[in-house]
């Protein structure tokens, strides 16, 4: 294989063989910390981070037991518990989905604690979750002994059989006070089942999550440098700085009016427009003209190309810059995104994240007695994406539904809707617009959609044979 070839060429390329776990332990906390330094203050990766929070998140939970009435007991009970899951008492479900997702993809990983209350404490479902950074897993334990005859790694305990067992956990952020052992700061193990931790696997026996920005953390930062560079160029571009050359032993009496920082005692001259001075003879001025580079906006739109593509987002959303696209590349685009956030969404967020949270509330629920019996049975319904063009998009997807390339059911999920609530909704439409006697151009029932007529029921009667014959019409 030339991709081994160990010449010149690749002397430099130090490419290890280590396990994920390896590769991930010594360099977590510095790529954690830098990625979270470029949400804060590079506008683009904060851009493109909001980006997919906001495309990823909206995940609406219905029960599927297929049990009518099981399942009107667990939505009703979720539709109250939900305003009271978080246990900060700030968000709601859907605050708490959007705070794990934003976690995974800035600090690699998210923890996810079971905080269960008492019955007095007052709430309906007596369950709330608490969600954590990655911070709080002492990496440390590595390797640490325990009594389920398995290794501890990263902060992570397993039994012999590889099962997780527990997570070796600090009782507050170790960035947030600094405490001694003596003080009850040292880490200590929380059971796994009280634990959700949720982050993308990308290698098999990989136990630690890695942040998404990984791959641009050193682009970004050098970038950063390069616009700061250009920004002073033109701002010193701007300026007009005047060098005054004196022959030697004569007194200089400069150019400009002059006065005295009041502060440093330093000597200020200033000019001003229209303004008009004379030198000594022999005197002689110099303004600077910086040079120019050029290029300058080729080779910043192609590192931001890049940096786009390492951060999973199109150009046009980390930018807002939407000069050079029309609507059959942006749809393309658009394509391709839409495809990468499905796949984490149905291998990532939901079934490691959100899944394990409705388990955990079906279970409380049923011990509450707010539910007759636990079932976990769950669909999850994604937010409606956006369309670019509504209409194309409208007309194409009748079209899948009258070809029978899809189900009018799938459709509707597509949409970000509940086939069941949609249907009910259309049959209670239509039942009140027929007792009020009312017919809109919208009921395809009795309006055609070509031709804004009433539709036309074709009247048969048998011929002498006993075969259908159309004699004609009537509304």
Known sequence: YEGANRGRRTANWL?????????????????????????????????ALRVLNANTIGNTPEADTGDDKLNAAINAAFAIWQHECDADGQLNFAGVEKLIDRTIKESGEVLIRDRYRFESDGFYVPYQVQVLEPDYLDSAKQWWPNDQGGPTIQG???DKLGRRTGYWMFPWHPGDVVKSVADGFASKVIPADQITHAYEKERPGQVRGVPWFSSILIAAYDLDGVNDAERMRRKIEACLAVFIETPEGMETTGIGAPSTDARTGNRIETL???????????????????????????????????????MGVMYEQMTGDLSQVNYSSF????????????????????????????????????????????????????????????????????????????TWAQ?????????????????????????????????????DRNRGALQIKEVQQLDQNGKPVATGGEQ
């Open 331 to 406: 749809r393309a685009g658009q394509i391709e995104f839409r495809a990468d956030v499905e796949e984490y969404r149905h291998t990532t967020l939901i079934p490691c994240g959100l899944q394990p949270i409705w388990n955990k509330f079906i279970d409380a629920a049923t011990a509450a007695g707010r539910i007759p019996r636990a079932h976990y049975g769950c669909r999850w319904t994604a937010k409606q994406w956006q369309s670019v063009d509504p209409e194309k998009d409208a007309n194409a997807n009748l079209h899948d539904v009258r070809s029978g390339r899809k």
């Open 15 to 47: 490419a290890s063989g280590a396990s994920a776990n390896a590769e991930i332990g010594p360099n977590l906390s510095y790529l954690r910390s830098r990625s979270r330094d470029l949400v804060r203050n590079n506008p683009y990766v904060r851009r």
């Open 272 to 310: 001003e427009p229209g303004m008009v001075e004379y030198g000594k003879p022999g005197e002689k001025m110099h303004v600077t003209q910086p040079a120019s580079v050029g290029g300058i906006a080729e080779y910043l739109s192609k590192e931001e190309h890049r940096l786009a593509a390492g």
């Open 411 to 447: 459709s509707v999920i597509e949409s970000g809707l509940d086939p069941d609530k949609q249907l009910a909704a259309i049959a209670a439409a239509n039942d009140a617009f027929d007792a009020a006697k009312i017919i809109l151009d919208i009921d395809p029932r009795k309006v």
């Open 156 to 158: 992570v305990q397993f």
